[in-house]
């Protein structure tokens, strides 16, 4: 009895992490200092909402489960929320000058504005949005061994570890340089 009390344990935690994990804000990063101006949102979820400090956010749905929307928000802190069936994010923003410490200046990337979607996404042929790959179509591959120790063909996945919409970290890592390599190795 224990061990299928242990076993349901297991599989509801798994089904709630899968759950956590169906919807994303992609942009901005939790934590993000943003300058005075529109807020770039990027999110996906099934069915996904968006609101900014409980107010309800209209956004444009490009693709399937993608969700892009440009918000003026007012100099200070504010609360971004992403909700769908069964989960939802939260993450926390400052927009306009002198952030607290807490939040760190955000990079955009592309810092090119103009750059669509479909530069570095397509529809899969199940009708999935999906990155396609061609980051050498924008950065240097000669630059690359300068901060890889893996050949790009090892490394095809750059969204294992960079978010390729932007952070408030250098090089837009999702992890530190020390935990990167643990994604993979032991």
Not at 26 to 35: F, I, K
Not at 70 to 91: C, D, N, P
Not at 148 to 167: D, I, T
Not at 169 to 186: F, T
Request: glycine share 10%.
């Amino acid at each position: 009895m224990r061990a299928r009390l242990a076993a349901l344990a297991v599989m509801l935690a798994a089904a709630a992490a899968a759950a956590d994990e169906a919807g994303k804000i992609m942009r901005p990063a939790d934590g993000a200092a943003l300058a005075a101006g529109p807020v770039d949102i990027v999110a996906t979820a099934p069915g996904g909402k968006l609101e900014v400090d409980g107010k309800p956010v209209a956004a444009e749905q490009p693709f399937p489960e993608v969700f892009h929307a440009v918000e003026k928000a007012a100099a200070g802190a504010h609360t971004m929320a992403l909700s769908w069936e069964g989960g939802r994010k939260e993450i926390r923003i400052w927009v306009g000058p002198n952030p607290p410490a807490e939040f760190k200046p955000f990079r955009q990337h592309p810092p090119l504005e103009g750059v669509q979607c479909t530069q570095c996404h397509e529809m899969s042929k199940r009708g999935r949005f999906r990155f396609k790959g061609g980051c050498f179509d924008c950065h240097q591959q000669a630059a690359f061994p300068k901060s890889h120790r893996h050949e790009a063909a090892v490394l095809e996945q750059c969204g294992m570890c960079h978010n390729a919409h932007g952070s408030t970290v250098k090089g837009h890592l999702l992890y530190s340089k020390e935990s990167a390599c643990k994604q993979c190795h032991n």
